[in-house]
């Protein structure tokens, strides 16, 4: 039996083939590109990786690197998929005693809505290596002739996969597409129907959530603010942030810019862009059809209802002034014990666990820690 997988890594293609055979196989790679229809033939030399539990027994590990093209905005002809082909000797391996389900780099790029619609649109369809398909999302984002809601799709899924990886040089890298999608955001009114991954204005909010996640674990807390507060701008007169999926990131947004207010004793302002979302979305609750989905009734509106929940308190002590309470000593005062329940319950940490869309990320969990608790002080 011969396994063989494929991975991308800065820049270079990693191969691995493991088989029982004495001698390495031969491999050949094709590389298709887009533009033409055409593929470029290189074979590949496998050098043998000696592994301590390595006997007469076991299968041998071969591994081959090849530097690939910089998915660069510039570039004519994109890398679209790489495919293989392995012969021993003169005779070519037949599939069915290959093992290629750990091959991730057939599809390199995303052309179109239906390529889209199959190795994008859902989290389990896309591919599991995390650099790999930070590769093909950059790949696409890139591509000036893609459909520019797919182009920000993928870019947004390039963003999240590089701040759970550490990545912060490749997105200091490419921050500049945030510009360029953004001033394009007129276009993107005229779609207001289809799948999440069609409408406009969710494509909108979906770059704009990315933004802010990208500027706290960069540390640009300013930026995050604005991030914030645009899409809260955006959903203040906007009916469809109070619906799903919308309300997911509004939600998220909302409650982490009153929380940073919170913590640091600061009013909102006036007029407050937050004060009625809560009513608002109590209302739709009491609403919604008695035949709702289980599934989206408690993995979707109930977390958004907490978020709100969570906010409506804030709000409310922010706009009660409690620390003129504090001051006075008021240690009866209603008022007072529930700014201590919420001083005790409300932390960074709570925050970060239901109101961000990342996972498995050190270095922006201490981020959004700092930011949390300095970014009203260096905005003053």
Same mark, same amino acid.
């Given at each position: 039996?011969?396994?063989?997988?494929?991975?991308?890594?800065?820049?270079?293609?990693?191969?691995?083939?493991?088989?029982?055979?004495?001698?390495?196989?031969?491999?050949?790679?094709?590389?298709?590109?887009?533009?033409?229809?055409?593929?470029?033939?290189?074979?590949?030399?496998?050098?043998?990786?000696?592994?301590?539990?390595?006997?007469?027994?076991?299968?041998?590990?071969?591994?081959?690197?090849?530097?690939? /093209?910089? /998915?660069?905005?510039?570039?004519?002809?994109?890398?679209?998929?790489?495919? %293989?082909?392995?012969?021993?000797?003169?005779?070519?391996?037949?599939?069915?005693?290959?093992?290629?389900?750990?091959?991730?780099?057939?599809?390199?790029?995303?052309?179109?809505?239906?390529?889209?619609?199959?190795?994008?649109?859902?989290?389990?369809?896309?591919?599991?290596?995390?650099?790999?398909?930070?590769?093909?999302?950059?790949?696409?984002?890139?591509?000036?002739?893609?459909?520019?809601?797919?182009?920000?799709?993928?870019?947004?899924?390039?963003?999240?996969?590089?701040?759970?990886?550490?990545?912060?040089?490749?997105?200091?890298?490419?921050?500049?597409?945030?510009?360029?999608?953004?001033?394009?955001?007129?276009?993107?009114?005229?779609?207001?129907?289809?799948?999440?991954?069609?409408?406009?204005?969710?494509?909108?909010?979906?770059?704009?959530?990315?933004?802010?996640?990208?500027?706290?674990?960069?540390?640009?807390?300013?930026?995050?603010?604005?991030?914030?507060?645009?899409?809260?701008?955006?959903?203040?007169?906007?009916?469809?942030?109070?619906?799903?999926?919308?309300?997911?990131?509004?939600?998220?947004?909302?409650?982490?810019?009153?929380?940073?207010? %919170?913590?640091?004793?600061?009013?909102?302002?006036?007029?407050?862009?937050?004060?009625?979302?809560?009513?608002?979305?109590?209302?739709?609750?009491?609403?919604?059809?008695?035949?709702?989905? /289980?599934?989206?009734?408690? %993995?979707?509106?109930?977390?958004?209802?907490?978020?709100?929940?969570?906010?409506?308190?804030?709000?409310?002590?922010?706009?009660?002034?409690?620390?003129?309470?504090?001051?006075?000593?008021?240690?009866?005062?209603?008022?007072?014990?529930?700014?201590?329940?919420?001083?005790?319950?409300?932390?960074?940490?709570?925050?970060?666990?239901?109101?961000?869309?990342?996972?498995?990320?050190?270095?922006?969990?201490?981020?959004?820690?700092?930011?949390?608790?300095?970014?009203?002080?260096?905005?003053?």
């Amino acid at each position: 039996m011969t396994k063989i997988e494929a991975v991308i890594r800065d820049l270079v293609l990693v191969v691995e083939v493991t088989t029982n055979e004495l001698q390495a196989p031969e491999l050949a790679l094709a590389f298709a590109y887009t533009g033409t229809d055409d593929t470029d033939i290189k074979p590949v030399k496998l050098a043998r990786v000696v592994r301590d539990s390595d006997d007469a027994a076991d299968m041998r590990l071969y591994r081959a690197r090849v530097p690939l /093209p910089s /998915p660069e905005a510039s570039a004519i002809h994109r890398l679209r998929g790489i495919t %293989f082909r392995i012969t021993d000797g003169e005779t070519t391996v037949v599939s069915d005693k290959i093992d290629a389900t750990g091959w991730q780099v057939t599809c390199l790029h995303v052309p179109d809505r239906k390529v889209f619609n199959q190795v994008m649109r859902y989290i389990y369809q896309r591919i599991e290596d995390a650099e790999t398909l930070m590769y093909v999302s950059l790949n696409t984002a890139q591509d000036k002739t893609v459909d520019l809601r797919i182009r920000i799709t993928c870019f947004v899924v390039f963003c999240y996969r590089a701040i759970e990886l550490g990545r912060h040089d490749v997105l200091e890298d490419r921050l500049g597409l945030f510009d360029e999608f953004e001033a394009r955001f007129d276009e993107l009114g005229q779609f207001t129907s289809g799948s999440v991954r069609e409408v406009g204005e969710q494509v909108i909010l979906s770059l704009l959530s990315v933004k802010w996640h990208t500027f706290i674990v960069l540390r640009r807390f300013d930026q995050t603010l604005l991030a914030l507060r645009q899409i809260l701008e955006r959903g203040r007169d906007n009916p469809q942030y109070y619906q799903l999926p919308f309300a997911t990131n509004y939600a998220n947004a909302a409650s982490l810019l009153t929380f940073v207010h %919170f913590i640091a004793d600061r009013p909102l302002g006036t007029p407050n862009p937050v004060q009625d979302m809560y009513v608002q979305f109590r209302s739709i609750m009491a609403g919604l059809p008695q035949d709702i989905p /289980p599934y989206e009734y408690l %993995f979707e509106f109930v977390p958004v209802m907490e978020r709100m929940t969570i906010l409506a308190d804030m709000d409310w002590l922010l706009r009660n002034d409690t620390q003129a309470l504090l001051k006075q000593e008021a240690v009866d005062s209603k008022a007072l014990r529930r700014k201590k329940f919420a001083c005790e319950k409300y932390t960074s940490e709570f925050m970060r666990k239901r109101c961000t869309r990342v996972t498995r990320a050190p270095e922006f969990d201490v981020a959004f820690v700092e930011f949390c608790t300095t970014a009203l002080a260096q905005d003053a």
